[in-house]
């Protein structure tokens, strides 16, 4: 049975979506590359490989407005 719902009840509507990456990752990493693409906000937080436990704990809780942690091997 199906369930009972009031006719003037808005119902929610849930979409996803998917996209297909080897069609255009290969675009978006040359304008990435070429500067077309802004992509400074993406890594916050650039760290030193030995701070790998703070990085995770920064990302994690979301401290000092963490919204990416880089690590290099030779920072």
């Given at each position: 049975?199906?369930?009972?719902?009031?006719?003037?009840?808005?119902?929610?509507?849930?979409?996803?979506?998917?996209?297909?990456?080897?069609r255009?990752?290969?675009?978006?990493?040359?304008?990435?590359?070429?500067?077309?693409?802004?992509?400074?906000?993406?890594?916050?937080?650039?760290?030193?490989?030995?701070d790998?436990?703070?990085?995770?704990?920064?990302?994690?809780?979301?401290?000092?407005?963490?919204?990416?942690?880089?690590?290099?091997?030779?920072?």
């Amino acid at each position: 049975m199906a369930p009972v719902v009031a006719p003037d009840a808005v119902v929610p509507t849930l979409r996803g979506s998917q996209q297909h990456g080897q069609r255009w990752i290969p675009m978006l990493l040359e304008r990435m590359a070429a500067g077309e693409i802004p992509t400074e906000h993406l890594m916050t937080h650039p760290m030193a490989l030995d701070d790998g436990a703070k990085a995770y704990a920064m990302f994690k809780d979301k401290t000092d407005g963490c919204v990416r942690a880089v690590l290099h091997p030779q920072a």
